[in-house]
């Protein structure tokens, strides 16, 4: 066989010095075979035959027949874009061997015996065409059995697998349940003692509708639906990195997603919106603002390599949109085919052309930069301020004017050189020279005028509203190129902006650009695609985030990543029944949680049923309710809540609550980018306490809130001892139980059962029982007994309530 | 599929081998009591896990079973410390043409700046050793230094990032998370990644150097403080007592058992309960650490902690001898913190700089080292010595002997457990410009800790994102096979 391949060898390549062929062998087997022979191999490539180095690498071919110098394996041992070997350049003489035996067309023997493998397992595009989450929303009916009392189709689509399995869905959760889960779960705090009160008296067959109606209503759903979304998108309000420093106008952003979700706009405009609004609406500041979306990754303002960095930059916004909207994993895609997915290298930068318009974050280290802030002004707001500003310019060409005057009187005074100076660059110059020429009354009239154009100057633009946002765009950006193994430096063939092939692909039109276009029109064309509703994964995404947010976990659980890497849907039928019904009621997310909350599945007890828990222990069926930990932001905003320090306030710049310096200290510059609020600005709710990449609140960080460097679909729950040691050693809970302890005392001053009892109501939303406000009220006495102040001791009783799982806990 | 094996719900994979995957969790008596993890993390999907912090055996021969990272932040300069390069000496002054990259840009030469201190040999290696690290040297056999380290930035934000996390983009785990996702951590008591910065402050991107990105927190690095209070929230709050704060937990513990009665089956309230008594705990089993009482002066003295110019370095690493001792896998302790001079980044006097920072390390690392030694602990315990990158053989000004960033070629060394002492391996070009020699990326070094941990570079994974994520990433890298023992 050997001598077969080398004489077919020399056959095809009779010019061939053999010695050149045996002296690149032995170079070969001296420096590549390690990592490219036959044991562990490196980067999909072996040396070790002839076919083996025809069949090249993970990214292709490494020898270029017509450009021998365009090849790969030529560029790794000149160290150009790749290094090889990576453990140093090869000597003069041996890359010249090597060339040269390249140029001649690489003719190798066997070296080794390999066996090779069938073609490698590659991701079919064929399985495209079956593979579940790429087919359009199937017209599901729901389960002709029957729908359960008071229940919805939900319940019939669970209870086919509920049926099978022999598992029944629990009872339904008793009232006070229900109002504390349903609460939580569309405003992330907890209901009032009188809502409590007015629920459990309200008799009425829909009473249940209208307490859903009502906290669907209230300004708090914004704030808790929102924070889901922000997880999605990485929102953060600084870029990362050395500086770690601010995104300017971030804020409008994250209002923006709040509006969103309590003004119920359609998801599909909502996300045509994110992607595109400076192309769809242009006149509307919020559609403007919506393309934030853009702007919120980590953002390197002193990278390396600048264009990595762009492609680094490109990447965020790639994987996010894929992500978020798709459910799809295309960032696995950026150097290679996907490994499982039917997506091809290729689709990577498809995608990403249709994103090729929009600028870097900022040219240069300004945070401010003209790329990433918009003016967002209301029309009227801004035309009066364009008045303003007219206004404002018409009396700086005034002063301007005034004391060029002024000066050139002077100026005359001075000799010939200097007057000749004047007229050229050198003017400042000479305008120094001034005092030794001007009558004190003229030097006096200078200041004033020059201290009213600084003045001038200094003003802020008025009334204008800037939010961060994608500007200055490129109408005609450049040409998009498949860059090989994602290196930017190694650009293969040019691409156009086109869908993924597993969805049908296509190359969409895009319109033309006309002299007034502000952007390349692509992103418009993307998002339409997106927010379609033929487009099968955009709806099936969004109602699995929204079940996965009332029901504890997706029906696909990998709620990012519907490909095979993900988790197969428990229940498809649902899925799409979910999915259908969102686009039928107008993509109204607002009414798709009215469908789900209404669903016997819900409402249904926490309780455990031994039977059913042996069959199905991690609740796959949906047997009973899933308990849940209280999510980071609704630990401290209950917190507040209780002790009576929230406060309602909404929208606007962030918030900075205190920070304890120990955890400061960890900043290279402690307390940089973190100005302290006063205590009503710091006790607004979490979703406004400022997003800073390179810290975080404590009670925030102790309790999983999300990591903001890419997309969070679903938050972690981990129980650490650093959790309990804020819980009773904390700053923020001790402050806390004092306010609560205060609160208690001005309620019912001077009653120390109705104050334990107060506080358990507060925290639990239940009546409590005689003997656990007996053993509070021993616990009490206990302290006083001791020496503690009554206050004191009130206030060391409400840490544990504060700490209690029955608080942080949801049945 | 087996549902337990379900970890958060992005996954599938993400806790394969932690929890189903065949690998029993080690009883180890003697500790310190109960677990610093409390059993239960669950998944966002409803699943409840195992502890992710279960010690879990090594996926192949462990040599070591911690690791002490010294941080020299800001870039330590190789020709001024451990890579002797005679032919700097008389170019000092010198315009000469040497390709550099550094915060100043690409360069194509420069003033050169001759090393500032002189070399001699240490240890029966005869390793060349400036005069800068007098202790150090004479532990020369124990060492084995890698001078031809390369790394992707010589900006200080990504290359920390670099070498702390395999990426130049913050949001992936730092090795330290990753050691203790692959090994657990068999002390239940204290945090398995520990972190203590330099009195001056963190180091740029702060929490980002030990975050644990995408995996749970419960891997993320600790700020350990060789003071007291060591921990964060470990001191009572004003106006509690310890007999009171008993009280309180008791009271606590009755509500939340009442509490739990009616829900039993569900773990995660179980194990907030016990985490309140874990806490407790640690409240005496930490300050018990950081107590140096037991220490003879002996041990002080090696480590410099009776002199003012070492205490502070002196006494973070004979604490992490003590974290050693008691299980914890993985410390890292930095020299300088802040910015410029505060740390190693000598840009405008490489002397000063310098004779500062090295002044206040070298006896308390040479003293780590042979404390480690003498205790037999040496052998288990890998050391890694290193900042994120060197600096160049040219002036950064006009004026001074500052030294700009290099990440073309440094000096990183490992001493310890499975690293064979006395050997050198790399070199740079004769003026230190750049790696020539046996080079070796900065995800080499991680290939080496964690092979020397037992745990394979190639194959330690965690599913996020759709991908397979490794600590040294999709290509994989060899450990430095020269320096194994």
């Avoid at chain 1, 709806?539 to 976990?553: E, F, I, S, T, Y």
Wanted: glycine residues 8%; charged residues 25%; hydrophobic residues 35%.
């Amino acid at each position: 066989m050997l001598a077969h391949i080398v004489f077919l060898c020399l056959f095809q390549q009779p010019d061939t010095p053999a010695s050149l062929q045996k002296q690149a062998v032995e170079i070969i087997e001296k420096n590549c075979l390690k990592c490219h022979g036959t044991g562990k191999i490196r980067g999909g490539l072996r040396l070790t035959d002839k076919k083996s180095l025809a069949m090249g690498g993970e990214t292709g071919p490494v020898i270029d027949v017509k450009n021998p110098a365009s090849g790969l394996l030529w560029k790794a041992i000149e160290y150009d874009e790749l290094q090889m070997p990576p453990s140093g350049k090869l000597s003069d003489t041996d890359r010249k061997i090597l060339r040269d035996w390249i140029s001649a067309g690489a003719p190798l023997p066997d070296i080794k015996a390999v066996a090779h493998p069938a073609e490698p397992v590659k991701p079919k595009l064929e399985d495209a065409k079956t593979y579940w989450a790429y087919q359009p929303v199937k017209a599901v009916k729901p389960p002709a059995s029957s729908i359960p009392d008071g229940g919805n189709p939900i319940d019939a689509f669970l209870q086919i697998r509920l049926g099978k399995a022999g598992l029944v869905m629990n009872p339904q959760a008793d009232k006070r349940v229900l109002l504390r889960r349903v609460t939580y779960d569309l405003t992330g705090l907890p209901p009032s003692p009188a809502q409590v009160e007015a629920y459990l008296k309200d008799t009425s067959p829909d009473a249940y509708t209208h307490l859903v109606d009502r906290l669907l209503a209230s300004p708090a759903y914004g704030e808790r639906w929102g924070r889901h979304w922000l997880d999605v998108v990485r929102y953060a309000e600084t870029n990362g990195y050395e500086r770690d420093g601010p995104k300017p106008n971030a804020f409008r952003y994250r209002d923006y997603v709040i509006r969103s979700f309590n003004a119920d706009k359609p998801y599909n405009q909502f996300v045509r919106e994110q992607l595109a609004g400076d192309e769809i609406d242009p006149d509307n500041g919020d559609a403007l603002t919506a393309t934030g979306f853009y702007r919120l990754g980590i953002w390197d303002d002193e990278p390396a390599d600048r264009l990595q960095a762009t492609f680094d930059e490109y990447d965020d916004i790639v994987a996010t949109t894929a992500q978020a909207f798709l459910g799809m994993t295309m960032n696995c895609a950026r150097c290679h085919d996907h490994k499982i997915d039917p997506i091809p290298q290729s689709d990577y930068y498809r995608l990403l052309a249709f994103f090729a318009d929009i600028p870097r974050f900022s040219n240069d280290r300004n945070v401010m930069s003209s790329t990433s802030q918009r003016d967002v002004t209301p029309k009227a707001k801004r035309m009066a301020y364009e008045k303003e500003l007219e206004e404002r310019n018409r009396q700086k060409e005034a002063l301007a004017t005034a004391i060029i005057a002024l000066e050139d009187t002077i100026i005359k005074r001075m000799p010939a050189e200097d007057q000749r100076a004047s007229e050229g660059l050198d003017r400042p110059l000479v305008v120094k020279k001034l005092k030794d020429f001007q009558k004190p009354e003229e030097g006096k009239e200078l200041r004033n005028l020059r201290q009213q154009r600084d003045r001038l100057e200094k003003l802020p633009t008025p009334s204008q509203e800037l939010a961060l946002a994608i500007n200055q765009c490129n109408p005609r950006p450049p040409a998009t190129h498949l860059l090989v193994r994602g290196n930017p430096h190694s650009r293969g063939p040019e691409v156009s902006a086109g869908f993924p092939v597993a969805l049908g692909g296509g190359t969409p039109v895009i319109p033309d650009v006309g002299p007034q276009s502000r952007s390349a029109g692509r992103r418009k064309v993307l998002a339409d695609w997106v927010a379609s509703p033929d487009n099968p994964l955009t709806a099936r995404v969004w109602v699995n985030r929204l079940w996965q947010h009332h029901m504890g976990r997706g029906i696909v659980s990998s709620s990012n990543d519907f490909g095979k890497f993900g988790t197969a849907p428990t229940h498809p039928e649902l899925l799409d029944w979910l999915a259908g019904e969102l686009i039928r009621q107008g993509w109204h997310t607002k009414s798709l949680h009215r469908v789900i909350l209404h669903s016997n599945a819900y409402r249904m007890s926490s309780q455990v049923n031994p039977q059913a828990l042996a069959k199905d222990p991690s609740n796959h069926l949906y047997w009973r309710y899933p308990m849940r930990r209280l999510a980071a932001e609704e630990v401290r905003d209950s917190i507040l809540r209780v002790s009576g320090r929230l406060q309602s306030e909404m929208h606007g710049p962030s918030v900075y609550p205190p920070i304890p310096r120990e955890v400061l200290a960890g900043q290279s510059v402690p307390g940089s980018g973190w100005p302290t609020s006063t205590d009503d600005q710091a006790n607004r709710r979490s979703v406004y306490v400022h997003v800073k990449r390179s810290l975080q609140l404590p009670v925030l960080a102790h309790h999983d809130q999300a990591d903001t460097d890419t997309s969070c679909p679903v938050r972690h729950t981990t129980t650490v001892p650093s959790q309990a040691l804020g819980m009773i050693n904390g700053q923020f809970n001790n402050e806390q139980a004092g306010f609560l302890a205060r609160r208690l005392e001005s309620e019912h001053p001077g009653d120390t059962r109705a104050q334990v009892r107060r506080a358990l109501w507060l925290t639990t939303q239940r009546e409590p029982m005689p003997s656990e406000v007996d053993a509070d009220i021993a616990y009490l006495g206990e302290l006083v007994r001791r020496g503690l102040a009554p206050g004191e001791a009130l206030r060391q009783l409400c840490l544990t309530d504060l700490a209690a799982n029955e608080f942080i806990y949801l049945d | 599929m087996d549902e337990s094996r379900q970890f958060c719900g992005r996954t599938r994979r993400d806790f394969l081998w932690n929890t189903g995957a065949g690998f029993p969790a080690i009883a180890l008596s003697g500790l310190l009591g109960d677990q610093f993890f409390a059993k239960a993390t669950r998944a966002a999907d409803g699943t409840p896990l195992g502890n992710p912090l279960a010690p879990k055996k090594p996926m192949g021969e462990a040599k070591a079973k911690s690791v002490i990272f010294l941080f020299m932040y800001g870039g330590p300069s190789h020709m001024d410390t451990f890579d002797y390069k005679p032919a700097l000496y008389p170019l000092d002054g010198k315009t000469i043409p040497v390709k550099t990259f550094g915060r100043g840009g690409h360069r194509a030469g420069g003033r050169a700046v001759g090393p500032k201190w002189q070399f001699k040999p240490g240890g029966q290696c005869g390793k060349m050793i400036s005069d800068v690290f007098p202790n150090l040297r004479e532990r020369a056999d124990d060492i084995a230094f890698i001078h031809s380290f390369h790394a992707e930035s010589p900006i200080h934000g990504s290359a920390m990032l670099m070498m702390n996390s395999g990426r130049l983009l913050s949001g992936h785990p730092a090795l330290g998370s990753w050691v203790n996702y692959g090994l657990g951590s068999v002390n239940e008591n204290m945090p398995g990644f520990v972190v203590m910065l330099d009195k001056t402050g963190g180091p740029i991107s702060g929490a980002k150097n030990w975050s644990s990105g995408y995996m749970p927190a419960a891997y993320q690095g600790n700020i350990l403080r060789a003071t007291t209070p060591s921990i964060n929230d470990l001191s009572l709050a004003p106006g509690m007592t310890p007999a009171n704060q008993r009280h309180l937990l008791d009271r606590l513990a009755e509500k939340n058992q009442a509490h739990h009665l009616s829900r039993v089956d569900n773990s995660e309230l179980a194990a907030r309960l016990s985490s309140f008594e874990l806490a407790y705990r640690m409240q005496s089993t930490a300050p018990q650490v950081a107590d140096f009482s037991q220490e003879d002066a002996r041990t002080h003295a090696m480590y410099g902690i009776d002199r003012p110019r070492t205490e502070d370095f002196g006494r973070k690493c004979l604490l992490a001898r003590r974290l050693v001792e008691r299980g914890v896998r993985f410390i890292q302790i930095y020299s300088g913190g802040a910015h410029n001079d505060d740390n190693w980044d000598a840009h405008s006097d490489i002397v000063s700089n310098h004779s500062k920072h090295a002044g206040n390390t070298d006896l308390p690392i040479a003293g780590l080292l042979a404390d480690l030694k003498r205790r037999g602990l040496l052998d288990s315990t890998l050391v890694v010595w290193g900042g994120e990158f060197g600096r160049q053989p040219t002036a950064e000004y006009a004026q001074g002997s500052g030294r700009d960033h290099n990440a073309y070629g440094f000096t990183m060394w490992m001493a310890g457990g499975g690293i064979k002492g006395g050997t050198s391996v790399g070199a740079t070009d004769e003026l230190g410009a750049a790696a020539v020699e046996d080079r070796f990326h900065v995800k080499n070094l991680h290939a080496t800790v964690l092979n020397r941990l037992g745990l394979d570079p190639n194959n330690l994974s965690y599913f996020y994102g759709g991908l397979d994520q490794k600590l040294v990433g999709v290509e994989g890298a060899d450990p430095i096979r020269k320096i194994l023992v």
